[in-house]
RNA sequence: GCAUCCAUAGCUCAGCUGGAUAGAGCAACGGUUUUCUAAACCGUAGGUCAUAGGUUCGAAUCCUAUUGGGUGUACCA
């Protein structure tokens, strides 16, 4: 539609001899109840055509019939210029662009990347908000990929700190060598049931002292649970040998656990780092800002940030001992990251409870003058809520991915079979299958909603496999599927343009051409859902497509046997590679 | 208190940089299968876009205030 809006330059300056930016131009398609498929808004040009909207737009509707041989008609309504455009035209740029092999494929814009996501603790397994994390981290960057980016998927392991030591304490005293051998259980399972068990233990312990007259805050800090993890954390920091081979072996159990999960979620990253290693990093950093007289020095030693200029607070960035806060390290990652990959841009998908501290380290970044600190974003993401309230991984009231992941495929397997679709499939086949149909559903719904969102999760009610969800997306594709293999659809075959199109078919072609449109789209906000929308646009239509004509298979007109193939072809193509772009397989039938 | 995000149909969500009579799905009700997969399609019903102002030819969308909710405001990470 680019000539479009270079005409109506052209069309304004000879009309109204004025010249227009072409951002001023809206052009939209034309709503169903009116005549044409394309419209232009013309309120912006009355003020220097000196005339009424309706009459501006007949003098334009005008000059683009006169002008433009591919604008037959049009129709104004109110300031709306409605344009008929040749069927023709539809038709040459299906077969020119849309029946291309790679159509939707986009070049590279030459940007580097890098996503981080997932980031987990080695304390306790993964739960539904690390699923949502890991899906957006996952398809934002398969997003950003398809928009022409390389990008690099990294994971910083949150492998170390106090509450990896409150596992470790509780295994030791009440674990008696289990392992996930001797238990059965998955690695990160184990290592979450013994967290699970300080915490109650930890509690009982701080009831008891209370009873001993000390408010709970003491309590919580005398406890002696709490202050043997503080030794531990010392004597790991200390590098003490009984404690750093317990870590690494109880850390050695969870990354098995945790691979499981992520093969499951169909998730990977190009690196990993950990905290382990970087948690020291990051008082160059703090030297630096010192020698620019970005941080100042408090009298006991501590280093500061003032941010109240900017409508913050002040902000401690090394404490008097000269140890690191979360901050500090951050500051110290970003660097290396930046001095690792060089990229342009760097994405962080982290929960939206961070909001401000990443609004901190940004501007920090930038006030040190680091080039690349505009490059970084915080794809934020609202929290995952139970009808039943809050989850809370130290009572154990969560939702487990992987309870989620099995409970989902089951769904699928026992929807499947009731419609008895599967019968000759073999037993590998109809595993495969379930599975996908079940993390399709689950990724398709946590996907569509917009990031920065809440999401409510009702296990009972929320995933469904009619309407707008993954399994109908992934039906639409696999009925396609059936359909070419029975019509013998052979790729490539071009029809004439002059063709006749019906009002579904037309619109069909206008949808499918919008797709490489909405990647650009929706990988310049971050935002999977608006293609997931998207993608349920081009699957409903087809639906409505494939039921209002006759069976293709039995149409004896070849070229209007072959277009319509080739329509359906190519909404079969746009629907994988979409769901591709989320991380969603689809099946070739079901 | 301050900061920040959210509020659209009974429920879950769309609604692009302001554009025409605000759209889907679920749930409810009715219909469609001797023809390519009915996990589908068609129809009915359902709305004071939280409230009140403002800007504009035009506001769900932008601005201000108010109400309700989430999150943050740690020398935790």
């Not at 920090?364 to 039943?388: C, E, F, Q, R």
């Not at 929807?415 to 599967?422: D, I, M, Q, R, S």
Request: aromatic share 10%; net charge negative; hydrophobic share 40%.
């Amino acid at each position: 539609m680019d000539f479009m809006i270079t005409e109506v330059v052209k069309g304004l300056k000879q009309l109204y001899n004025q010249d227009v930016e072409e951002s001023l131009i809206s052009i939209q398609d034309t709503r169903k109840e009116f005549e044409g498929q394309a419209t232009i808004v013309v309120f912006p040009f009355v003020r220097f055509s000196k005339k009424s909207p309706e009459q501006t737009a007949n003098d334009l509707g005008e000059y683009l019939v006169a002008n433009l041989e591919v604008v037959t008609a049009f129709n104004v309504v109110k300031g709306f210029l409605n344009l008929s455009i040749t069927n023709s035209y539809w038709m040459d740029l299906f077969n020119t662009d849309l029946l291309r092999p790679d159509f939707g494929k986009i070049p590279s814009n030459g940007k580097k990347v890098m996503v981080e996501y997932s980031s987990p603790n080695t304390n306790k397994p993964l739960h539904l908000g690390h699923v949502r994390n890991n899906l957006l981290g996952y398809s934002v960057s398969e997003l950003l990929k398809a928009n022409g980016s390389e990008v690099y998927k990294v994971n910083l392991v949150n492998d170390r700190g106090i509450h990896i030591c409150k596992s470790m304490l509780a295994w030791q005293k009440w674990g008696e060598q289990e392992t996930p051998e001797s238990s059965g259980l998955k690695g990160d399972h184990l290592v979450g049931k013994y967290y699970v068990i300080f915490d109650k233990e930890y509690k009982k312990e701080i009831e008891a002292l209370k009873l001993t007259g000390q408010t709970e805050e003491e309590a919580k800090k005398n406890a002696p649970l709490i202050r043997e993890a503080q030794a531990m954390l010392l004597a790991w920091e200390n590098g003490d040998e009984g404690v750093i081979s317990l870590w690494k072996r109880m850390n050695g159990w969870v990354y098995d656990g945790f691979a499981v999960t992520y093969k499951n979620l169909g998730v990977d990253f190009d690196k990993y780092y950990y905290e382990s290693n970087t948690y020291l990093l990051g008082k160059d950093t703090v030297d630096e800002g010192l020698e620019k007289g970005v941080f100042f020095k408090k009298e006991d030693g501590s280093v500061w940030i003032d941010l109240t200029a900017d409508g913050l607070d002040q902000k401690l960035v090394l404490r008097a001992d000269g140890t690191s806060v979360y901050i500090t390290q951050d500051l110290g990652t970003a660097q290396m990251k930046f001095d690792d990959f060089g990229m342009d841009e760097s994405i962080y998908v982290v929960g939206n409870e961070q909001d401000y501290h990443f609004k901190v380290l940004f501007l920090i970044l930038d006030k040190l003058g680091k080039s690349w600190a505009k490059g970084l974003y915080h794809l934020s993401y609202g929290m995952v809520d139970l009808p039943s309230g809050k989850m809370k991984s130290r009572e154990g009231t969560v939702v487990d991915a992987d309870d989620l992941i099995a409970e989902m495929v089951a769904t699928a397997k026992q929807k499947t079979e009731a419609l008895g679709k599967v019968d000759n499939f073999s037993e590998e086949e109809k595993e495969s299958l379930y599975y996908k149909i079940g993390m399709g559903a689950l990724k398709y719904f946590l996907l569509k909603v917009e990031p920065k969102k809440r999401l409510l999760f009702d296990p009972a009610e929320s995933i469904d496999f009619q309407g707008n969800t993954g399994p109908f997306i992934q039906y639409t594709h696999a009925r396609i599927k059936s359909l070419l293999s029975k019509a013998g659809f052979t790729a490539g075959v071009l029809v004439d343009n002059q063709i006749e199109l019906s009002a579904t078919e037309l619109e069909m072609i206008i949808l499918l051409a919008k797709y490489p449109a909405e990647i650009a789209a929706a990988a310049k906000t971050f935002s999977p859902a608006s293609l997931a929308n998207y993608i349920y646009e081009v699957a409903k239509m087809f639906n409505k497509f494939y039921h209002e004509i006759p069976p293709i298979v039995k149409e004896e007109n070849e070229q209007l046997k072959q277009h319509r193939l080739n329509l359906s072809w190519v909404t079969a193509n746009v629907i994988k590679d979409g769901m591709r772009i989320l991380g969603i397989e689809v099946p070739e039938r079901m």
